[in-house]
């Protein structure tokens, strides 16, 4: 089955704005999910370029961007080895596995330390002069694999991510988070379809007009995603800025754009969920 490893989020407009404090905090709900979202299609596009890299020969695999190059640290054995990805100086359009597109440019350089699927193993990605979609960005990606946990065999996978985005006019946003995605149906399923994962952890960062921001998503109400669905269709999110916490309740289960978002004496309102 195909491993949907990005959390890509959306961002959310309130239907009635009426509380001034809840348009903010859908303000820096909106912001925190496009990086999010960003986030979620760089880790797609290089856990696919590293799995491809993966089952070719250790050398150069292509002579036009994107240019894919293998070095092992010694020998002959492929692990522990570099992957280089260079989309080149122009951007180009990159499509993930999981059927993202982006325009990307500059380069990507994958430290691997065993195969993806071995427990314990380590996969760092680090930045050099890159942009997506027209924004920079510069820091690292760093997926650990856990493996199977718990009385189920959940397959768990740690994301730990510390990213600035760049944009136009000293638009930034820095970025932190450190996110673990169970897979709790569907991980080995020979028939593709049925994958649903759970994803908790924490975010913090910096808005770009200056604000500083707590996301949070706990485990007893994980976010869940389903393979087939663009939205998130369940969990809870807590989002703590500079006027105070706000909830944001992905709904039931069911695959639709609505949520909620509500403060912590429960004054809120209903919001729908637009991609970014």
């Known amino acids: 089955m195909p491993v949907v490893m990005g959390f890509a989020m959306v961002a959310c407009e309130k239907e009635k704005e009426d509380d001034g404090e809840l348009v903010a905090a859908s303000k820096t709900g909106a912001e925190v999910t496009m990086v ?16 491809g890299a993966e089952n070719a020969s250790q050398k150069s695999v292509s002579t036009s961007y ?31 596995e999981n059927g993202s597109v982006a325009l990307v440019s500059g380069k990507v350089t994958i430290t691997k330390s065993a195969p993806f699927f071995i427990k314990g193993s380590q996969q ?11 924004y920079g960005v510069e820091g690292f990606i760093k997926w650990t694999t856990h ?7 959940t397959w768990v996978f740690n994301r730990v991510v510390s990213l600035k985005f760049t944009g136009d006019k000293g638009w930034q946003h820095e970025y932190v988070s450190d996110f673990d995605f169970g897979f709790i149906a569907g991980f080995e399923d020979i028939i593709p379809g049925n994958a649903a ?47 105070g916490s706000y909830i944001i309740d992905l709904g039931d289960g069911s695959c639709d754009n609505l949520a909620t ?14 991609m970014k």
Request: hydrophobic share 35%; glycine share 12%.
């Open 36 to 51: 999010d979202n960003m986030t979620g299609v760089m880790s797609d596009m290089i856990n696919g370029f590293s799995k």
């Open 261 to 274: 978002i509500r403060r912590e004496d429960g004054v809120g309102g209903e919001f729908t969920f637009k």
């Open 147 to 153: 493996g199977k946990i718990g009385a189920n065999d």
């Open 197 to 243: 994962i759970e994803v908790t952890g924490t975010a913090s960062g910096k808005s770009s007009w200056g604000e500083n921001y707590i996301h949070e998503i706990n485990d007893d109400k994980p976010v869940l995603f389903v393979e087939g669905c663009r939205w998130a269709v369940k969990g809870e999110m807590l989002i703590t800025n500079n006027s």
């Open 66 to 96: 994107p240019i894919i190059t293998i070095k092992p640290f010694s020998g002959t054995a492929l692990y522990p080895a570099t992957v280089t990805v260079d989309f080149g100086p122009t951007p180009i359009e990159v499509t993930t």
């Open 124 to 134: 760092d990605a680090d930045f050099e002069n890159f942009t997506i979609n027209g």
